[in-house]
């Protein structure tokens, strides 16, 4: 049995292009039909670029139009692009697929969305102001994945300076940590008004947006008589298995 001639059927998508306003796309292996007057509808947009006459545009084995991509959310944007209708359900995959698709008006209506808008406007422009947050979490994965050599969970020390006071404290803090044998990966200081639990919170729902299983608790110090306790330490707990 001879193979496909996608040469052949490129040209046969162009000549359907050219008399027919109707465009069949496969996207992943999900298949929809629609007009051409609907993927033009916003010029800047990948989809508009694809019957554009681009060279590079592919097709299947029927003359599709072939996106190499998951289609699980594209009806939703085909869906917006066809009656500007946004989805009611699946928010942040249907953002990530308009972002992939620079379809800049829905990209603007769902960050608009409670759902985005609180994690866009709220959280997100909160983390920014937490010094080095995405590069801590990079360093909290890598060690916890360090530790997990025969070990059912991996344990790391956060420690959570919120005011620049607090950060004046350091120092003393980490030298009442067990005979210098304990290390802390720190957070802090930050000018925003969200408190350390709203930090850890967010600390627990990034890493495990990444399929891991946290837990954090409270961590105090051994302290001899004279010392002095400090509430900064908190224990991140993997659970491996």
Not at 40 to 45: A, G, I
Not at 56 to 80: M, N, P, S, W, Y
Not at 179 to 193: C, D, Q
Request: proline residues 5%; aromatic residues 10%.
């Amino acid at each position: 049995m001879s193979l496909p001639d996608y040469k052949s059927t490129e040209k046969q998508a162009s000549s359907a292009i050219s008399h027919s306003p109707v465009v069949q796309l496969n996207v992943g292996g999900h298949l929809f039909s629609t007009t051409l007057s609907t993927l033009r509808r916003h010029p800047d947009s990948k989809v508009a670029d694809l019957i554009s006459g681009h060279p590079k545009v592919r097709t299947d084995a029927q003359g599709r139009f072939f996106i190499d991509r998951d289609g699980a959310h594209f009806g939703a944007v085909l869906e917006f692009l066809r009656s500007e209708k946004l989805p009611t359900e699946n928010i942040r995959e249907v953002y990530k697929e308009a972002v992939h698709y620079n379809i800049n008006p829905l990209i603007k209506r769902l960050e608009e969305m409670p759902e985005l808008f609180g994690e866009l406007v709220g959280r997100q422009q909160f983390l920014s102001r937490v010094p080095h947050y995405k590069e801590n979490i990079e360093v909290l994965i890598r060690i916890a994945r360090a530790e997990a050599v025969a070990a059912r969970r991996s344990t790391i020390l956060i420690c959570v300076l919120q005011t620049e006071e607090d950060l004046g404290f350091y120092d003393n803090a980490i030298n009442s940590l067990e005979a210098g044998k304990e290390s802390a990966v720190t957070f802090g200081p930050w000018k925003a008004a969200p408190s350390v639990t709203d930090l850890l919170d967010c600390v627990k729902m990034d890493i495990e947006s990444r399929g891991y299983k946290v837990s954090i608790e409270a961590h105090l110090p051994e302290r001899s008589f004279l010392s002095k306790s400090y509430n900064f330490f908190y224990k991140l707990t993997f659970t491996w298995w």
